[in-house]
């Protein structure tokens, strides 16, 4: 595992509330943060950075708000944007510099969370244009593993998981396709929580898929990502893919001591993993130990419709995203972004109108499979990649990957990732909870409860150790 920094400090959201309540000026927090981000340019992690005076005088702005009575649950809390995401007045890039802009605007999610005292301190490294779980694809270089520099960080959300599992920021938005803040949270010992399609806006996102799309908060604990996918939800006209809540009762609830979890009926494949195999036995066991009873469920559906999203016509909504951009700048693109996207264009409606009939035979016989359970048990990823091993095949490698992720957002599924423990070689392994739209709420209280069974003892590649529950 990796050493503690000695500048490091915990940065979650309850110590540093409690640490301001204390007396501690907010201002000297942001300076560490901004001097630590500063000095750590090994990862290739920040794009754009903040400038010091910017964020005091930002957070100068919201301790004026607060003077004034404002509530702001997020006040002087650093956090960072994968650089997909709009925030105003500094470049967005989506990791291809030929299509940098900068925008006058923030993105909606980025707004709200400033509007609660929340200050920003800079945008973070993905693969180019969201597209890929590897975090290899970016011309801006390579983030590697905290834990071992010769391993992926995962992607695309790489850059904004590092400056979490580092203790840079306090939380960091990324995004989530096809498992792209999910999987660098596993790779990271860090939490990802995947919200309801449409529960946070992805106004002044650029789009990946724009029907599947959500924006996802890597954060150090299932509390501190849920506070803050609470206070950036909420239904956005501008977003013609906002949705509002439905009414009460509309989807059950998962209790608290008595749920059913599902694990599949045929064995998982951890492709020759054997320490990710049995940290995910654990985590069946721990997850007895709560009050879940195992289930056995047929993941063939799901698997199936994984297959959908890269090898189906999905991938020529990412050609839509980005179409006039790639038809003008083709050779802008990494080779292996070309090779995706480009590759679309051979797609007909037809191909589109069989594959949207597709998903909805698979999920039908998805519903099905929820009858039997109320949330579902998977690895996040099933194994880790060297470097080395995904630049020399990054389409199948990738694929693998996205094993365990890539069906949620198809199926309008809500996710939580969070760490499940080490494997032998020091390398971090986590899970995945998986539940039914707009349960984000129920399925979040009990990962933050498997977080701590499993058993965590420390946070990120910080060597500190997990905070308490809150009361």
């Known amino acids: 595992m990796a050493e503690t920094s000695p500048k490091c400090r915990a940065l979650d959201i309850g110590t540093l509330g409690a640490a301001y309540a204390a007396g501690e000026r907010p201002a000297d927090v942001i300076r560490e943060c901004h001097a630590r981000i500063a000095r750590d340019a090994s990862h290739a992690v920040w794009l754009v950075r903040v400038t010091l005076e910017d964020a005091l005088a930002k957070l100068a702005a919201a301790e004026r708000r607060r003077a004034a009575g404002a509530s702001l649950p997020l006040f002087g809390i650093p956090f960072a944007v994968k650089d997909n995401i709009d925030a105003a007045f500094l470049p967005t890039t989506a990791a291809c510099p030929a299509y940098s802009y900068v925008p006058e605007r923030s993105a909606a999610v980025v707004a709200k969370l400033e509007a609660a005292g929340a200050i920003l301190l800079g945008k973070t ?8 779980l590897t975090g290899t694809r970016s011309p801006y270089g390579i983030p590697t ?73 890597l954060a150090v604990t299932v509390e501190d990502a849920l506070v803050v996918a609470e206070t950036a939800a909420g239904f956005d006209a501008d977003d013609v893919f906002s949705r509002r809540l439905p009414e009460a009762g509309f989807t059950p609830r998962i209790k608290r001591d008595a749920f059913r979890f599902g694990i599949p009926t045929v064995p998982l494949d951890f492709f020759g993993d054997d320490d990710a195999a049995r940290l995910f036995s654990q985590s069946i066991e721990r997850l007895e130990t ?33 179409r006039d951009f790639a038809a003008d700048h083709a050779a802008d693109l ?138």
Not at 165 to 179: C, I, N, P, R
Request: charged letters at 15%; proline letters at 6%; glycine letters at 10%.
């Open 125 to 132: 490294n993905l693969d180019q244009f969201a597209c890929g």
């Open 334 to 471: 990494l080779p292996v972004i070309r090779e995706i996207i480009l590759g679309a264009a051979q797609l007909s409606a037809v191909d589109a109108f069989a594959g949207i009939h597709h998903l909805a035979e698979l999920a039908r016989r998805a519903e099905a499979e929820w009858t039997k359970m109320d949330v579902m048990l998977l690895p996040t990823t099933p194994t880790i990649y060297r470097i080395a091993e995904v630049i020399a095949d990054p389409l199948h490698l990738n694929r693998n990957l996205g094993l365990y992720t890539n069906f949620v957002n198809l199926l309008d599924l809500s996710a939580i990732a969070v760490p499940a423990g080490f494997r032998g070689n020091g390398l971090p392994f986590g899970v995945t909870l998986i539940a039914r739209a707009f349960q984000d709420a129920d399925l979040a209280a009990l990962a933050g409860r498997m977080h701590r069974a499993l058993g965590a003892a420390t946070v990120g590649a910080t060597g500190l150790g997990l905070p308490p529950a809150p009361v």
């Open 290 to 322: 709560l009050g879940g009873t195992k289930v056995a469920f047929d993941f063939a559906p799901f698997r199936a419709c994984a297959r959908l999203l890269y090898e189906g016509p999905w991938v020529a909504e990412r050609l839509a995203a980005i």
């Open 145 to 217: 593993s905290l834990f071992d520099h010769r391993y992926i960080a995962g992607g695309s959300s790489s850059g904004s998981a590092i400056a979490v599992a580092d203790a840079s920021v306090s939380f960091a938005l990324g995004t989530d396709t096809a498992g792209s803040g999910r999987v660098p949270a596993g790779f990271n010992n860090i939490v990802g929580l995947k919200p309801t399609r449409g529960r946070i806006s992805t106004s002044g996102l650029v789009p990946a898929c724009r029907s599947l799309d959500c924006v996802s908060v």
